[in-house]
């Protein structure tokens, strides 16, 4: 368990407040991720792009509270336990273990998922220029990788389902035990941490199939494109950028969210193997005001949504195999706009 979170977690329970409101929504999966994290447990999210993921995972890191820790070690050792060969080591020879307070924040490690990823990225690997001087099979030589350095933190793997097999392989021991041991060294490094990772819908394009030994580690949750309109309205004036000067209007803001979720409902639905996203919508919320800006337009008008939704939304979204637009999703978002909004005069 990361510590301080359950206090964290228990303390806003009790005073009613909602830990994860910066998603809106997503009531089930907040409760779950909730769960998993108090229990301990890692959790993956599975979910399309573009739904918060990520952000969800970032707050998450965010309500973290500080904590005191060695200074200067890569392991983020507490000076009560250290549990690094270095500052073991120091503690033996009684030397005192010179300490520091680290924010929540910093208690927050991201990977990014690639195929390109190699173990040497998780675990570590030997300095050349420490393996000179001490020699390759002393500790000192090694310098951690991410997920060394996420201990006692938050550790947030995102797309995990793109690494290949063999990485997966990696993170086992990891996972299970909460310590790594590296290649010629005979001792256990520390990896005391949380994992929230994520994951893309398994018929998306260049990922791969998770072990099952591998899902074994994981509590799954799925999240999900936002329920109502009324929510999807939200989050674009929430988090959608304002510029000073221009007039958004509240009916081009509905037709805003009523063109992103047409992609996800009848009868687009049955073109597309994804839709669009709500960071598709908040493209477009964006794109709109700018045009008016760059116009000199107090006002954003609904012909404004015309000309700028093929470049929001046609990188956002994907046609299926058998629809007739598959080779050209741009005219796709084209005569979804027409049927929408109507053909243009």
Known sequence: MIEGMRETILSSVKEGKGLLDVIIGQDETKEKLLASILAGHHTLIEG??????????????????????????????????PVCPACRKKAAEGKELETEEVPGK?????????????AE???GDIDPSQAFKYGPQDY???TPGKLLKGNRG?????????????????????????????GPYDVDYPADFVMIATMNPREHAGVEELSDVLLDRFDV????????????????KRYGLKFEGVELPEDVIDMIVKLVRATREDPWKKE??????????????????????????????MEDIRRMAVSALGSRIKPSPESKYYDDHFILVDEMVDSILGTKE
């Open 121 to 123: 990225d998780l675990l």
């Open 272 to 301: 597309l193997d994804q839709g669009a996203s709500p960071r598709a919508g908040l493209s477009l919320y964006e794109k709109v005001q700018a045009l008016a800006l760059l116009n000199s337009c107090p006002k954003v008008k």
């Open 140 to 142: 000192r030589a090694f």
């Open 106 to 118: 910093k208690r927050f490690v991201r990977i990014q998922g690639s195929p390109d990823l190699t």
């Open 48 to 81: 399309p792009p573009g739904v918060g993921k990520t952000t969800l995972t970032k707050h998450v890191a965010s309500t973290l509270p500080p904590i005191l820790e060695v200074k200067g070690c890569p392991y983020h050792c507490s000076p009560e336990a």
């Open 221 to 236: 949750v799925k999240m999900s494109y936002p329920e109502t309109s009324e929510q999807e309205k939200e989050i674009l």
């Open 154 to 182: 938050v550790v947030f793997f995102d797309e995990l389902n793109r690494v290949p097999e063999k990485l997966q392989n990696a993170l086992l021991q990891v996972l299970e035990e909460g310590t790594a041991t590296i």
